[in-house]
């Protein structure tokens, strides 16, 4: 008999909702015309894509002609780093971001730093929260950009935006916000955040993978990563797939009602306490435990270790927040920018539920988790 499998890996990706499947239909089979031409064949596809503008302004609370389609969330997050750099350069060199940022952040900084770009990584504190008061201090003459993300992909921590973005702004300095584990999982409005910048990621919410979102705000100038012709305002140089944006945009329509989040975050609540009274003490929460994602439940299994763990857990698909090189463990650096414990970090792992997630795959994964927790201990 197989085990069932189960999927707690949704901030890794979303399976694509049906509703989405449906809507991009058409445009798989019929509507293939490019969007920017002046004939017939362009119609659906451009009246499609201006929809999809619609559905994800909707959501984020902007205009249409804030929103730039791009192929994912690193791309989104690149050309509001890269972008804001190269048009600001004359203004300053100077960016702010945190240490606990996902690659797509970190990585491109690096490349900054190679071009003598200064990049301060704020550090945050052992729920992995930034503090504001930290950003206050880092802030120079020279800063141009702020960048921190709103909730962190691996302990669903979420961050002080509003209150770190009205500090950025105070000093005439963009903000922008990597919510790519965000959108679809609390509230987004860009108005609400006071944000500049926003990076999505389609394939987190339900959307497919190779499609994303950069809100600009409007007067926000930006280089764009790809030069070619005048798409998406001048911002980002392509053909536009009107089937990825389709599908986003149907993805942002539904995103608007957070019920479903509802459900999701009193099931996530449940995996804990079921966790705490079958573990107790060998267990601990990794992440803020109220300012964090209602579906991401980080967890220690003290002294053990997390991939271990993970691969004797049969059919049950999550993450581990550290990784084995060469014999040693090594803690992601999120979990070392929280200064947790190596005994505590190398046995983290992050169960991440979803729309599709039940009451009874939790039970299971409870009770499987039963036999890799009771070998050697
Ligand atoms: C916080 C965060 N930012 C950015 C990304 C990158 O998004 P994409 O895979 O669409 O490039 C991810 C994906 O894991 C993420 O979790």
Known sequence: MTTERIYLDYNASTPIDPAVAAAMKPFLADHFGNPSSGHWAALPAKAALEKARGQVAALLGCGEDEVVFTSGGSEANNLALKGVCFARRDCGDHIITTR?????????????????????????????????????????????????????????????????????????????TDAAQSVGKIATDVNGLGVDLLSIAGHKLYAPKGVGVLFVRRGVLLEPLIHGAGHEGGRRAGTESALLAVGLGQACELARDLTSMDRVHALRDHFWSELQSRFGNRIALNGHPAHRLPNTLNVSFIGRVGAEILERLEGVAASTGSACHSERIKLSPVLEAMCVAPEMGMGAIRFSLGRGTTHEEIEAVVERLNVPLAVAS
């Open 100 to 176: 606990i940022e996902h690659p797509a952040i970190i990585e491109p900084c690096r490349f900054l730093e190679r071009l003598g770009v200064q990049i301060t990584y704020l550090p945050v504190d052992g729920f992995g929260r930034v503090d504001p008061d930290d950003l206050s201090r880092a802030i120079t003459p020279r800063t141009i950009l702020v960048s921190i993300m709103h909730a962190n992909n691996e302990v669903g921590t979420i961050q002080p935006i509003e209150d770190c973005a009205r500090i950025a702004r105070g000093h005439g300095v963009l903000f922008h």
